[in-house]
């Protein structure tokens, strides 16, 4: 079974930004308490947004699509977000 790697690179809209870090806080703090959860992080440079997240395996990455925080998460910032580009990675182990 190897690791699974999910990139988020995010622009969000300048006048948004402080509620899109908010909410991406608290959905790594919800995100890492997931079993299977190895990392979830984010970085930023002005209105772009560097998502990482790192599972056990990619059954662990479904299982979070199925959590209420995710759609919540989806939900509340579908409006702050100007462009969004998702790449997923299995681990080489």
Do not use: W
Not at 18 to 44: R, V
């Amino acid at each position: 079974m190897s690791t699974h790697v999910i990139t988020v690179k995010y622009e969000i809209r300048p006048e948004r930004i402080d509620e899109f870090i908010q909410l991406i806080k608290e959905n790594s703090e919800k995100s890492l308490a997931e079993p299977g959860c190895l990392n979830y992080e984010a970085s930023m440079a002005g209105n772009k947004v560097f998502l990482y997240e790192k599972y056990k395996s990619e059954d662990d990455f479904k299982y979070h699509t199925t959590t209420e925080h995710f759609a919540n998460y989806g939900e509340k910032t579908k409006d702050l977000v100007i462009s969004k580009e998702i790449t997923m990675y299995k681990g080489l182990k």
